[in-house]
């Protein structure tokens, strides 16, 4: 026979007990969860954004570049290699914007999933209408980054939707089973992007057909989509600095045609602009947020546009 103070620590032993294993049964859940996740590793702030929007709870995803980096040169670091080592998925912004970095991370990667053609890997330009395709035969050693064509094309909100759908069939190649949550989370997007182009071109309507000058080529796509035009560049050919020769060519040209803004990103030179500016009265430098992150501020990719577009429309007002 149990006595009553017996059977109260027996009690108290059970309800333990069970506290504990459903403890253990929380962090067994947590941790199967964890693990379950799509893990996504991007070369640039604006894709991971990008596939945040697309595989939501069910990614983790991590970008090797901050917003202030440049994205044509950066050094390597070695957790960028452990990040591609385990990664399930690696998105690119391609058109060789990467390609003095990714070719040798990705060989030494010991990845074969991420590999260029394997199922997790997701170069975003697939789709997208190529602006700055080079009219003649250039090649790298002329010092010329873009010899595919302009690879700043994430400055088009329209094309987001191109790249969101290339992620939105790689999570679904990698992760068929939550197909539907992905495609809800694209759809969603996809409805955010398509309303913030309208207010955003309704806003820039009284600056349709504007002109501005860019130090290097990287804002046709947001031209192109916004209707003004900023095909004037400071650099002599993408990558390539100007010769003093060249750039008297751009101040009498933005003279010439009252050109009075000049677009920059911020981990660009800023002393050409600086100099080109000093030449043209009344002219401005803008440093254009062309990434989440370039500055503290701009935490979405909406904000990007929206941030980037009120810059040129105060500056030419
Ligand atoms: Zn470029």
New binding site residues.
């Given amino acids: 026979m149990l006595t009553d103070e017996r059977l109260n620590m027996y009690k108290k032993k059970l309800k333990s007990i069970i506290k504990f294993s459903f403890c253990s049964i929380l962090i067994l859940i947590n941790t199967i969860s964890l693990e379950s996740k799509v893990s996504i590793v991007t070369t640039t702030t604006n894709l991971k954004y990008i596939a945040e929007q697309i595989g939501k709870e069910n990614v983790e995803v991590y970008s090797m570049i901050r917003g202030f980096d440049d994205p044509?040169f950066v050094m390597t670091r070695p957790d960028f290699l452990v990040k591609l080592n385990n990664a399930d998925i690696l998105c690119v912004v391609g058109l060789d914007?990467e390609v003095g970095w990714i070719p040798v991370l990705l060989q030494q990667s010991r990845n074969l999933k991420i590999q260029k053609g394997q199922i997790g890997y997701c170069d975003t330009s697939v789709g997208i209408k190529v602006l700055g395709e080079p009219t003649m035969m250039i090649d790298r050693s002329m010092g010329d980054?873009?010899i595919y064509g302009?690879?700043?094309y994430w400055l088009d909100p329209l094309n987001v939707i191109q790249m969101s759908s290339n992620v939105l069939a790689t999570l679904k190649r990698v992760d068929p089973i939550n197909s539907n949550i992905y495609e809800n989370n694209y759809k969603e997007f996809k409805s955010r992007l398509i309303i913030l182009i309208k207010e955003e071109t309704k806003k820039f309507e009284p600056y349709f057909n504007s002109r501005v000058a860019v130090f290097?080529?990287?804002f046709v796509y947001l031209a192109n989509r916004f209707k003004f035009t900023a095909n004037l560049t400071l650099e002599e050919r993408?990558?390539v600095p100007p010769s003093s020769r060249y750039l008297e060519q751009v101040i009498s040209n933005m003279n010439s045609q009252n050109i009075k803004v000049i677009l920059i990103s911020p981990y660009h030179n800023i002393s050409y602009a600086q100099f080109v500016s000093s030449k043209v009265p009344g002219s401005k430098i803008l440093i254009i947020p062309e990434s989440i992150g370039s500055f503290d501020s701009i935490k979405t990719y909406e904000e990007c546009i929206t941030e980037s577009l009120k810059l040129i429309r105060d500056a030419l007002n």
């Fill in positions: 044509h914007l980054m873009h302009n690879p700043h290097h080529d990287q993408p990558g």
